[in-house]
Every structure is written in structure tokens, then in C-alpha cells.
Antibody
Framework: QITLKESGPTLVKPTQTLTLTCTIS??????????VGWIRQPPGKALEWLTF???????KYSPSLRSRLTISRDTSKNQVVLTLTNVDPVDTATYYC????????????WGQGTLVTVSS | DMQMTQSPSSLSASIGDRVIITCRAG??????LNWYQQKPGEAPKLLIY???RLQGGVPSRFSGSASGTDFTLTISSLQPEDFATYYC?????????FGPGTKVDIK
């Protein structure tokens, strides 16, 4: 059974760095064709694709957030980490991680999401 | 970024209605266009991938098609569990942008 679960702080102050962890099970981060991405959704708004790491370590970023975003992975821990620097209240959102199928080109399995509020 | 637009942004429909949602890509995506359904408080669920391929377990009343850079999600006969927000997403080139969503609610 494939599962993904997001974890991290629920409240972050403006200008701080947000770090979220996606812990996976049921598949390997090294599996050919597999990727893990992060998608966020501000309250009442649309989904926004943020970043993605592929099975071979290739990484992609949203151009609008590229300067503030970092994605990394720890294959031994089955974790993918999202770092967003210098957060602002507009970064308040539910953050999802999801497994990407590189053969069929879609996000199949999703975590439940974690709501992060940026406020002083 | 490849911009994705959807129309309408919202619609009201009755049980049994045929519902059509359109997504337009800013440039060619070949056929790498997916549709997701999202209900309040839940993560998105994949409905259709590769423009027209139905994900396993998804009812056959859902279908997808394309004409050029215009993509369509059709619900042939709306059911109570279909009231949700629907998003298209291109997976042709990163960033894998989502459309702004179409909310389907009860008339």
C-alpha cells in the first residue's frame, strides 16, 4: 500500500523558513520513473504546483518561487523535504506531497495535506 | 510557465445532467493533460490522465477528450457524489501547472 504523509509546523512567523517533510511508504524514491512533488493550496483557492524530485535526483521548481524553494530527499529515511525561505502570510496554505508516475505522467497518490499558517 | 485556463469557473447542475468542463493550455501539451476531482477537506483525486484515459476505479460517466489545445472533461450523468471542484493539470513540461478549477454545485 502506497502512502505519503506530510509533517511539520502548523504556524510559522513571517520571514522565517518553513520546512516540511513527506514520509513515504509502499514505494522507493529510487524506483525508476517515480517522483515526489509538492503542491499547495491557499484556503479557498486553487492548487499550485511547487516542486518535484525525480527518481534519478533531477529536480524541478516553480519559476515564481525558485529563489525561495528547495527540495531534497533522504532515500534511507524514505523522506522528501521541502524548504521555503522568507515566508509571508500569502504562503498560508495546505501543503500536499504526492507521488508522480513518470511513465504515465500524473500525480497518483497524495498525502492528506498539512495546513501551514504564516502569521506573527 | 504554461498557463492553463478553465471554463466555467463554477456551474450549478442537477442530478442526471450532462456536465462539460473545458481546459485550455497556453501551448501544446501533446496529450499530457490530467483531470483531478477535489472535495472539501480532501486531497485531489486523479480521474483522467493522458487526456482521455480513465483512472482505475473511476466511474465510466467521466470521460476526457481534446481538440488542439482545448481539453474537455465530461460527466455524462451527474451523480450526488460528483459535486466537487475539478482541476486540469498539464504534465508535459515543468512546472506542471494546474488550471484555476471549476466548482460544480447543486442547482
Amino acid at each position: 500500500q502506497i502512502t505519503l504523509k506530510e509533517s511539520g509546523p502548523t504556524l510559522v512567523k513571517p520571514t522565517q523558513t518553513l520546512t516540511l517533510t513527506c514520509t513515504i511508504s509502499g514505494f522507493s524514491l529510487n524506483s525508476h520513473g517515480v517522483g515526489v512533488g509538492w503542491i499547495r493550496q491557499p484556503p479557498g483557492k486553487a492548487l499550485e504546483w511547487l516542486t518535484f524530485v525525480y527518481w534519478d535526483g533531477d529536480k524541478k521548481y516553480s519559476p515564481s518561487l525558485r529563489s525561495r524553494l528547495t527540495i531534497s530527499r533522504d532515500t534511507s529515511k524514505n523522506q522528501v523535504v521541502l524548504t521555503l525561505t522568507n515566508v509571508d502570510p500569502v504562503d498560508t496554505a495546505t501543503y500536499y506531497c504526492a507521488q508522480y508516475d513518470g511513465f504515465l505522467y500524473y500525480f497518483h497518490y497524495w498525502g492528506q495535506g498539512t495546513l501551514v499558517t504564516v502569521s506573527s | 510557465d504554461m498557463q492553463m485556463t478553465q471554463s466555467p469557473s463554477s456551474l450549478s447542475a442537477s442530478i442526471g445532467d450532462r456536465v462539460i468542463i473545458t481546459c485550455r493550455a497556453g501551448q501544446t501539451t501533446t496529450r499530457f493533460l490530467n483531470w483531478y476531482q477535489q472535495k472539501p477537506g480532501e486531497a485531489p483525486k486523479l480521474l483522467i490522465y493522458g487526456t482521455s484515459r480513465l483512472q482505475g476505479g473511476v466511474p465510466s460517466r467521466f470521460s476526457g477528450s481534446a481538440s488542439g489545445t482545448d481539453f474537455t472533461l465530461t460527466i455524462s450523468s451527474l451523480q450526488p457524489e460528483d459535486f466537487a471542484t475539478y482541476y486540469c493539470q498539464q504534465s508535459f513540461i515543468a512546472p506542471f501547472t494546474f488550471g484555476p478549477g471549476t466548482k460544480v454545485d447543486i442547482k
